[in-house]
């Protein structure tokens, strides 16, 4: 009996990519673009100077709609929902009851004609368990919509602005973390029409840059007028890793995990102070007593932390620490020689004690011990537009 193969998933933009010469992988369950002919170093520098376009139409959207939406959504997480202003956008993290990490996402409240609605972004490998998730635990107060006939492109890099305000002129006013709808035009759509987008800017570059929002019918057309500015060259997922982590941004399933907390993840920045000890909305969330706890009496046994090699070796993920003393020190959960500053960089768990800037630790690579050194993060500067 022969085994069964799930065959891979095609975003809109598969026969694009194609065209483009992208060398194809499967991610996330999609057969996704991993690098295009120039390649994943001229990518990964070209968004840092210019702008990159990347696909991430694998990853879930999903709309929550009705008046007790932000309530119902803010018991999932230790984040403040409720109060957030419509048109702003906020990192939000999915626990379970131990206080482990079940996703990390994006949301924005928005506005709408038709009514009010929470939009949220999904990571593409956790989306199927995010929704029935969102469905079980709060399908009773609000309506969990999943949006599949949307893709997502993310427009990446200081000249990001530069490229959409052609198209888009109203965009500049955006500031990060914020959104809005907007009517994108080119010549390819034609004078008096136009591609409806719902546009943020934000992005997992620490670059400048928007996501946008559009319908799966109309994402090649908007691609295409993106790819034909001057400053836009298509990027794909190697570049995008680099990219991010360069920036000191998590990737779920390699830096985040359900057996790691947000304090664990150094993001206690994520929790509001209305949601934390004290606050008029402390607590409530899956895993409150043990983040809280975390969080109050940094009573967290490890710490996620960056790290540099003090040779040029770079050092990937799943490598064990050490401690001056031989003994075991944590793992490296994400490692990639950061093009833009030309160096290896890392990011790990280790334990509390050694999470102190400066501390040393020796990788073990095939064998020999490779010095590190924990340092900040990012590892190069972001560069958003606050306003």
């Keep these: 009996m022969s085994d069964s193969v799930t065959p891979l998933l095609h975003t809109p933009l598969h026969q694009l990519h ?40 694998h990853m879930g959207q999903v709309r ?76 009773a107060r609000c309506t969990v919509l999943p949006c599949p006939e949307l893709a997502l492109l993310a427009l990446q890099g200081p000249l990001a602005v ?33 591609i409806e987008c719902f546009i943020t800017r934000s992005g997992y570059t620490g670059e400048d840059g928007f996501e946008i929002s559009v319908s799966a019918a109309q994402a090649e057309l908007l691609a295409r007028a993106l790819l034909a500015q001057p400053e836009v060259k298509p990027v794909g997922l190697g570049a995008r890793n680099s990219l991010r982590l360069e920036a000191g941004l998590c990737l779920y399933g390699s830096d985040l995990d359900p057996t790691t907390t947000p304090i664990e993840a150094s993001l206690g920045w994520a929790i509001q102070k209305v949601r934390r000890s004290g606050g008029a909305r402390a607590g409530g969330f899956p895993g409150a007593v043990l983040v809280l706890d975390q969080l109050d009496a940094a009573t967290a046994r490890r710490k996620r932390v960056g790290l540099r090699p003090l040779e040029r070796v ?12 031989g003994q075991p020190a944590g793992e490296v959960t994400s490692g990639v020689l950061g093009p833009t500053i030309n160096q290896p960089v890392a990011m790990a768990y280790v334990p509390t004690a050694h999470a102190a800037i400066g501390t040393r630790l020796n990788a073990m690579v095939r064998g020999k011990a490779v010095a590190m050194e924990v340092v900040g993060m990012p590892f190069v500067p972001n560069r958003y537009v606050r306003g």
Excluded: W
Aim: charged share 15%; proline share 4%; net charge negative.
């Design 18 to 57: 194609l065209e483009l010469g992208a060398r194809m992988v499967a991610f996330a369950g999609y057969s996704m673009p991993v690098q295009y002919p120039m390649g994943v170093l001229a990518e990964h520098l070209h968004t840092r100077a210019s702008a990159g376009l990347f696909d991430v139409s």
């Design 64 to 139: 929550l709609l009705g008046s007790g939406a932000a309530a119902a959504f803010e018991s999932l997480m230790p984040v403040d929902v409720i109060d957030l202003p419509v048109g702003k956008q906020r990192y939000g993290l999915l626990l379970n009851e131990a206080g482990g990490i079940l996703d990390d996402l994006m949301f924005i409240k928005r506005d709408l004609a038709g009514g009010a609605d929470i939009f949220v972004v999904v990571n593409g490998a956790c989306k199927v368990a995010d929704i029935a998730h969102l469905q079980a635990s709060i399908g």
């Design 162 to 194: 530069v490229a959409l305000q052609r198209l888009c002129p109203q965009v500049a006013r955006l500031v990060f973390m914020g959104g809005g709808h907007f009517d994108v035009r080119s010549s390819a759509v034609g004078a008096s029409t136009g």
């Design 314 to 325: 770079p050092v990937r993920e799943h490598t064990l620490l050490q401690d001056a003393d």
